[in-house]
């Protein structure tokens, strides 16, 4: 394929993964902010402590990953499907021995366990529903269709929220935490479903596996990076868990949980990043790599640091929407959590370049040092202070480490820092972030007597009016 024509490629492929994305956004964000606000009025903190619990041990299981998605679809755009199929193949059959012995372990377990070990089991059994899933769907990625991704994961989160909420009010005589794991479980085989729909055509599970060895090579260097991702957030509302106690953990997790969305939501948008950039590297076109990556980066200073600076802002509005009431604590979090954001979402696209680039081992590297580091001294500090918010600031600057991580590795081993940012308009950049912080602090003052549903409209409404007229300004720039 000629380098125009690949360049072009990735560019509509990138384009229809963010509508996509803006979708799977929309409903997780909502899903996740009417969820976790019911669960907070029906059965207080303590109720959204066992959700983020059972959340925490999925996102621990899903560090059985080893990086594999990513390896599976960094092959496929660079090899195709044929080079890696006896490795799915296997992967899927030890999926599937697993459940098998999860679903055992589940059944001795409600005649002999408390309810806690009961829930993990679900969530553990959910976790491996979702981890074939992205086993499977990563075909499609490899071939730059990000989106049925995105697609899959708006199914999953609208099945897991539906059923919480109707189990809970149906007042069946179990614990809230077996319904959470039930939800769990159901959401799983949803997205399981959807995945197997859209690839059966083209991969069968019958044929001869792969050798353990072969897997193992194929994650060399993503393991590592996957594991200190993936392990981040629940060993750290794990480790909050055993330190502080479900409270502590529920305020981490409400805090945290807007701005986690938005940071996911925005690492899935630029995944089409990965065989993308596969592919312009690989050919050697560094000026249609620098092109994309510009691109993105110039999208993220856009959409993204303007949304920071709105979590920022009116941090305690919305918490007050959302919980019926401020807790300071909360609050104080959420804006540790959104700073780190907004310096995140700048390093997000050299993230998916490194790996694309053949780095992932040196990023897995120091991603894992700074989990390492942020757990240590995260221990300390909540040993010593018993404050959750100290530790979320830990937390926020193990985040801004691991992105400056990506940066450098980008400008260290594959010289496209140092293009990306020549090629970037900053001084627009720069007047749009001005205009952001400065209308952001007059409505913190206009509001103040208006009620927080009528003022949350005002702060919607006169955002999305100053960003649009500054993308089309923008826009009309470009054409003259």
Known sequence: MPEHESLSQSKRNMRLSRIFVLLAFGSNASVNFLLIGYFARVGGIELVGHWAFLGAVMLTVMVLDFGSVNALTFRIAKDGLASVSRILRQLLRLAAMTVA???LCLAVAFQMADEIVQGSLLAGLAALLQ?????LIA?????????WFNIKTIIRVTVQASVAVALLQLRLPFPEILTFGMALVLGGLAELLIAVILTFREFRLRGTGAPIASIRDLVAGFSALNIGERAYQPLSQLLTAQLLGPAAVGTFTVALRIPVVVNQALNEALRALLPGLVKLLESDDQSSAVRLLRDSVATQAILVVPTGVILYAHAPLIIDLWLGGVDQSIVSAMRLFTAALIITALGTPFHWAAQAGGEAKLLGRAGMTILVSTLTIGSGVMMISENVVLFSAVYAC????RAMAAIFVCSAKLNLVKPVV???????????????VALNILLTIVYTEISSSISLIIVIGANGFAMGLFILLGTRKRRV
């Open 101 to 103: 012995a999860l679903a």
């Open 422 to 436: 020549e090629d970037l308009q900053g001084l627009g950049a720069l007047a749009h972030l001005s205009v952001s």
């Open 398 to 401: 193990g985040q801004v480490l």
């Open 131 to 135: 981890l074939a899933s992205n086993w």
């Open 139 to 147: 075909i499609r990625m490899g071939r730059q269709q990000i989106y």
